[in-house]
């Protein structure tokens, strides 16, 4: 039963024709065009992949009809083709298509071979030799794959060989199509990038050694013209050997720009992985805090930076300083960076500066001082600074700067300095890093805090930018009659200030 079941199944595949009489010749006809229609849009589909060159050995999906399988033909991997041929191909911003022919019939009558695009007849050539098979061909077409089909003027059999008869009937066997010339001159692929390099002027003697051997030897050398016919007789062997040198030496040039490149890159990934292991996080940005951030900032200072009475009577001290640049306020704002809840304005204000400004990144701060009638913005600081057109009279920044990295910390002073008038005054608050409390768990109570610099290191910078007359007040200590050393570390000064003015 299962033997019937199986006989059935084949029977099903069996194709039976409606009469005896079946037409072999046009059923063969309709599947090779079939296979041709369905080749062909295969090969269309391609426009986008010019095939700039063809070894007929390996890129067989390009050869379209009339083409035996490849072979070993006199020593070389090639095809033979049929008396008419073709195959697709995209010629680039060549004028000219070549044919690499290893082998021809031996006939008594001269062989033509015709070349058309589509039923256009473009040139006819006469083969008499193997060799390079050059054809023109119009520039109108030069900007996408083409067919190209040719046609011999007679096709022949081969000779009965080792008691096997080969009844194929053969045009001509190619090796390779493309549009260059395999004897050039190797230099013209050198870039400047190797000149000085000895490894690529040794590749440029062997390249030209393949293209032109007997040019290594002289006349007046020992049997110098015997040597240089020996080598001209080279070339017919070494053509195909410059062509694959050329693009050896063309992809070692590739590489070494994509090894540059690689290793940029690699340095970059370095440089982001030591950034990441540093601050413990990457680019994923989080799904909640981005809605609350503002708010939580808020209330963070709320709860740790004391009321606004307590923080008013303390920026007190400050007054002093401020007078001092008052007749430059008269034309020059006085900027206070990072103004918070603005108690700072109202030290001015007492101090009799009129013309007062201010930038804030947070925008509840800019709206509330707006509110209150200050003129201030909502911003980067940095960027603000780099974008202002005038001068100030001075310019104050109250526990700001440790919320940056110490890059921009520097910055951040460079550009004050730079937008300061002559006798300008600059104040600024931070944390202590001197007290040990303050640098190991009170700086932390802020999470946007980043950099902690001692007093000793802010001057410096100061000093180093072009400050003069610079003082450090160190302040709010955590315990009164502070006199010990140790005392100093642990009840210190919680925060300290630098006042300092442009000469």
Do not use: C
Request: aromatic fraction near 12%.
């Amino acid at each position: 039963m299962k033997s019937e079941k199986n006989n059935n199944d084949y029977n099903k595949m069996i194709v039976i024709p409606p009469s005896n009489e079946v037409d072999v010749k046009s059923i063969v006809a309709s599947i090779k065009s079939r296979i041709l229609k369905t080749k062909m849009s295969y090969l269309n589909s391609l426009h986008e992949n010019p095939i700039h060159f063809i070894d007929t050995w390996e890129n067989g999906e390009y050869l379209v009809d009339g083409w035996y399988e490849p072979e070993n033909i006199q020593g070389t991997r090639a095809r033979w083709t049929k008396r008419a041929f073709s195959f697709l191909f995209n010629p680039s911003n060549s004028n000219h298509i070549i044919l690499n022919v290893v082998a021809i019939p031996t006939s008594k009558s001269k062989l033509k071979l015709t070349l058309f695009i589509g039923e256009k007849k473009i040139e006819s050539t006469i083969i008499d030799v193997v060799g390079e098979i050059q054809f023109k061909i119009p520039k109108i077409i030069n900007s996408k794959n083409i067919l190209f089909k040719f046609l011999l003027s007679e096709e022949h059999v081969p000779a009965k060989i080792t008691g096997k008869l080969d009844n194929r009937k053969l045009g001509i066997a190619v090796k390779s199509i493309s549009t260059l010339e395999q004897q050039v001159d190797a230099s013209i692929y050198y870039k400047p990038l190797f000149e000085d390099s000895i490894i690529i002027k040794n590749l440029e003697m062997k390249l030209n050694s393949h293209i032109n051997p007997e040019a290594f030897i002289s006349y007046q050398s020992k049997l110098g013209f015997l040597k240089k016919i020996l080598f001209r007789s080279f070339k017919i062997f070494t053509r195909v050997q410059v062509v694959f040198n050329r693009l050896t030496f063309e992809s070692i040039t590739n590489l070494h720009k994509y090894l540059d490149d690689l290793y940029n890159y690699i340095k970059h990934l370095e440089k982001r992985i030591n950034e990441i292991s540093r601050t413990g996080q990457d680019n994923k940005k989080p799904t909640f805090f981005d809605q609350i951030e503002s708010d939580f900032y808020i209330y963070q200072q709320e709860k740790f930076r004391g009321s606004e009475e307590l923080v008013i009577s303390r920026l007190n001290e400050y007054e002093k300083y401020v007078k001092t640049v008052k007749k430059l306020n008269e034309q020059h704002p006085f900027i206070d960076i990072g103004f918070g809840r603005g108690e700072f304005f109202k030290i001015l204000k007492n101090a009799g500066m009129s013309n007062i400004i201010g930038v804030d990144i947070n925008h509840q701060y800019v709206h509330s001082a707006q509110i209150n009638g200050y003129s201030v913005s909502q911003g980067d600081a940095i960027e603000y600074l780099n974008n202002y057109q005038g001068k100030f009279s001075g310019a104050s920044a109250f526990h700001l700067i440790e919320h940056l990295t110490f890059p921009h910390i520097y910055d951040l002073l460079y550009l004050i300095y730079e937008k300061l008038e002559k006798n300008g005054v600059i104040i600024l608050e931070t944390p202590n890093p001197e007290n040990l409390q303050v640098a190991s768990t009170i700086f932390y109570t802020d999470y946007t805090h980043k950099y902690k610099l001692s007093p000793a290191l802010l001057e410096l910078i100061l000093e180093y930018i072009g400050y003069k007359n610079i003082q450090i007040l160190r302040l709010t200590p955590m315990v009164t009659g502070v006199k010990t050393e140790v005392d100093r570390l642990l009840f210190g000064s919680q925060e300290y200030a630098i006042i300092a003015y442009k000469k």
